[in-house]
Every structure is written in C-alpha cells, then in structure tokens.
C-alpha cells in the first residue's frame, strides 16, 4: 500500500483536499511552536512580567482563562457549526481573529503584562476554535480503518510548519543577537513572522477544502445562541450515552493536561533548571518538532494496525519516561534526549486522540463532539500548567518537583484507557448516526 494511498480517502475526496486540509495543521502548528512554546512564554515571564517571581504563575494563569472561555463557549459554536453547515466560514473568521490577536503580541514591552495577557487570551481562544473546526472535518475525509494514519498526515505535516516558523525565527533571533539587538526588539519581530505565516498558509485550506455538511431542519425553523445551547444539551445528553467517548473524554482530559504542561512550560524549564538560552531553547523546539513529525506520521499507521487503545497507551507509558527524565537530568544531555521522546509522544498521542474521537463522533455531529472533545482538552489545558504554576509557587520555584508532577497526569490517563472499548465505541457512532438519518460515511 502506498504512503498516500487513495484507498484511505472517502468517496469523492481527492488528495488536493486532504492536503489543503492538513496545510490547516501547517499553518496554526508556529502557534504553539513559537508563541506558546518556544519564544513568548520566557518573553512574558521575563520582560512583561518583569522577571517577577510571579511571573509563571501569571503565565499558566492566563493560558487556564483562555482555555476556560473555550470550555464554556466552543461547544456551542460546534453545535452552531453542524446546524448551518458553518464550519468553513467559522474557521476562516477564528483564523483571521488568531491572526491578527497573534500579531497584537508584537507590541508588548517590558512591564506590559495587561497587553501581553490580553493578547494571549485571544490569539489562544481563536487559535482552539479553529484546531477543533479543522478536525471536525477528518471523518469527513478519511476512511474508519484509515483515520489514524490520515490524522497522522495532517499532524506531521504540521510539525514541518512549526518548524518553518521556528526556523525562521531561529535565524532572525541569531542575526539579532550578533548584531547586540535586544529581546525586547527582537521578539517582537518573531511575532509577526508567525502571524504572517499563519495567514498566509491558511490560504490553501480555504482554497482547497470543501465543506461537505449540509444545514439541517432545525436551523431553518430556529438559528442562533439559543438554539446552538438547546442542540448542544442534546448533543451531551446523547454523548453520555456514548460510554467509550466518555471514557475518552476522562482519559484526554488527563493526559492532555501532561501534554500541556511540557507545551507551555518546558523552555521555561529549561532556562529556569538547566540555564538555556533563548537560541538554545529555540534549537529544542525545533528537535522536538522533527521528532514529532516523525511520530506522528508514523505512529498514524501504527495505529491503524495495532488498535487505536492500544497505540494510545504505548505514548502514554513513553510520556511518564519523558518525565521522569526530565526530572533527573543535570545538564543539556540527558535533558535532550527526554526532549526527543518527548517529540514522538506528542505527535503521535495527538494525533491518535483526535483519530479516535473522529472514530466515537456520529456522521451528523462531528463539530459538536469534536466541540466535546475540545472541552476535555481545554479543561487540561487549565489543569496542566496551572497545577504546575502551582507547586513553583508553593515550593519557592521548585520546577523539578512540578514537572515530576506531571507524570501523574500520564498514569492516570493510562488507567482511564483501560475500560474503553473502541468496536462499541464505533458502533455506537454509526447508530446514532444512521438514527438521526445522516448519509453514513463510506469505509
């Protein structure tokens, strides 16, 4: 079977559609590469936040506000999106939103932490949304049988995005350094390559990608919030009849909040623990993105051959490794090594929780149990680094007891993936599905 075999698509999806689709994960990955885990997050700490011993709780405080209001609010936009068949034009106006909020961190100086936490909570808000209206999307275009390995595509593609930016940023930083060019110049600067690139290769999404749903009944008679929160009570009183999501549900919102915390954090504790500086820091990140691109493409047929529980619980045990090494490490080495286990945990452990999801979600309400899965997420988004926040501030800036902490996020999600069963899981999507009389999805 070929990498990209057409036999992994559905009927009636050509290639070009599932690239423009994975050029999405292209586009948004410098995001979370430079904003949240490279670049800004030492930058907010150190010069909006004014080197205060605050700062990193003021941090993790301000990405658990953003993850809140997506909780509470993207649920309801899923619902929305599935009525009126929205998901494309709600994904084009949440990119545009990320786009420019992400360039808005381009003015923040030092002492400017009001401006700075702003910034975060809106570029980080619109930067979900739209990761959770792409993904609606892969059931749409992949085969049953083949949703890890096309989730996989897209997700390492996307790597090769966030090292794009990171590169580029890289290399400005370099020349900015040798030119006596300080951080609070040159950051900014980094900023607004991201957004750019964002921007920019968001535009093959748009160009390329169909959106196949088609507004329902219920959005003829009725539209709006009320509506979308009264479609969405359903939705949840329906998703607890499907126990497997549930279990899923618990399990993300577990190791999630471990993935979290290593996005958010780990350059901070890798200049706070080891004396990383920032070019270094930023030569991490971008092993830790080949490392997760290579996982995430490979671990993606891994997947589809193995069990999608089984595949997910293999990252999980490799993610308590990653932790405890970390923990231990003394100097770069060992540290780099964690840092690379750590890269093909992520890419794959990502990947294969929006494939199984896509798996669990009935062909009807894929944005709305894509909006339940963003829920979980976002609810680990606000655990993770906030208890991490949490035992620096209580144990005067102890980071190696809080990322030792982390691991218990992992082993828990492992015992939360023991009851799933994935076939029922499965039948229970096409049941729904075929019951609220939706064209079931081919493979």
């Not at 049988?145 to 595509?153: C, D, M, N, P, T």
């Not at 930016?165 to 951080?183: D, E, H, M, N, T």
């Not at 900014?188 to 690139?197: E, G, S």
């Not at 493409?297 to 970390?326: C, E, N, P, S």
Request: hydrophobic fraction near 55%.
């Amino acid at each position: 079977m070929a990498l990209f075999s057409q036999d992994s698509l559905n009927d009636g999806v050509r290639k070009r559609e599932v690239f423009g689709w994975a050029m999405y994960d292209f586009a948004n990955s410098g995001y979370t590469t430079v904003v949240l885990t490279a670049v800004f997050n030492t930058y907010f700490v150190g010069v909006a936040a004014n080197g205060a011993s605050w700062g990193t709780f003021a941090w993790t405080m301000v990405l658990a506000l953003s993850s809140l209001i997506v909780m509470v609010s993207m649920p309801a936009l899923g619902a929305y999106a599935d009525m009126h068949a929205a998901k494309k034009r709600l994904l084009m106006f949440t990119t545009a939103a990320c786009v420019i909020a992400t360039a808005a961190l381009a003015l923040v100086g030092r002492g400017d932490i009001w401006l700075a936490g702003v910034a975060i909570i809106l570029s980080n808000v619109f930067f979900a949304y739209g990761e959770s209206l792409t993904a609606a999307f892969l059931p749409e275009l992949a085969r049953r049988e083949a949703l890890g390995r096309v989730s996989g595509w897209g997700w390492s593609f996307g790597y090769f995005g966030g090292m794009l930016s990171l590169g580029l940023c890289l290399a400005y930083v370099l020349w900015a350094q040798s030119k006596g060019i300080p951080a609070t110049e040159f950051v900014p600067v980094t900023m607004l390559i991201t957004a750019t690139l964002y921007g920019l290769a968001s535009i093959a999404t748009f160009v390329l990608l169909k959106e196949r749903a088609v507004p329902q009944p219920a959005a003829v008679q009725t539209s709006g919030v009320s509506a979308s929160l009264q479609r969405l009570g359903q939705t949840w009183r329906q998703a607890r009849e499907h126990r497997d999501f549930c279990w899923l549900l618990a399990c993300a919102a577990f190791y999630q909040a471990g993935i979290s915390v290593v996005i958010a954090l780990a350059a901070v504790y890798a200049e706070q623990v080891l004396g990383f500086k920032q070019a270094e820091t930023m030569m991490l990140v971008f092993l830790v993105n080949i490392a997760s691109a290579v996982g995430a493409f490979a671990f993606g047929y891994f997947q589809d051959k193995i069990g999608h529980k089984r595949a997910l619980a293999f990252t999980l045990v490799g993610w308590v490794v990653m932790t405890v090494l970390a923990y231990l490490a003394t100097g770069p080495a060992l540290f780099w090594f964690a840092a690379v286990i750590a890269g093909l945990c992520m890419g794959s452990s990502q990947s294969a929780g929006r494939a199984m999801a896509g798996l669990f979600a009935p062909a009807q309400q894929l944005a709305e149990f894509f909006g339940l899965w963003t829920f979980a997420t976002r609810l680990a988004a606000i655990v993770g680094p906030l208890t991490y926040g949490l035992v620096t501030l209580l144990t005067s800036g102890n980071h190696r007891l809080a990322i030792l902490s982390t691991a218990m996020f992992f082993v828990v999600g492992l015992v939360l993936l023991v009851p799933m069963n994935v076939e029922r899981g499965a039948r229970a999507a096409q049941a729904r599905g075929a019951a609220s009389g939706a064209v079931p999805v081919p493979g």
